[in-house]
Nanobody, 127 residues
């Protein structure tokens, strides 16, 4: 059973950095493609970045390319999102997500591919 727990959110000034972590207490995350999505107030949840189970492939939303980096440490069953050069428009609740079943090794890019969600962590970027 996958149980995702995010951490690392907080308040940061524009231009600053944060690193989000997603840990799986069920110790199975290493076998799933994993991603990060975010939801700003009054808006839909959208894709941010994702990574394959092996870490060999990753995808990013255009809005974060060159600023965010997704990575994983399968020995620790943890996925990370390093966020640099943060902007006020990055303010949102960030959710860790994993896919299972057929295609579970690939990086997810759509909400309908997700089988497991974390509870979310708030990221606030002040101008």
């Amino acid at each position: 059973q996958v149980q995702l727990v995010e951490s690392g959110g907080g308040l940061v000034q524009a231009g600053g950095s944060l690193r989000l972590s997603c840990a799986d207490s069920g110790r199975t995350l290493s076998t799933y493609g994993t991603g990060w999505f975010r939801q700003a107030p009054g808006k839909e949840r959208v894709f941010v970045a994702s990574i394959s189970w092996s870490g060999g492939s990753s995808y990013y939303a255009d809005s974060v390319k060159g600023r965010f980096t997704i990575s994983r440490d399968n020995a620790k069953n943890t996925v990370y999102l390093q966020m640099n050069s943060l902007k006020p428009e990055d303010t949102a609740v960030y959710y860790c997500a994993a896919r299972s079943g057929i295609g579970r090794y690939a990086p997810p890019r759509r909400s309908d591919e997700i089988d497991y969600w974390g509870q979310g962590t708030q990221v606030t970027v002040s101008s």
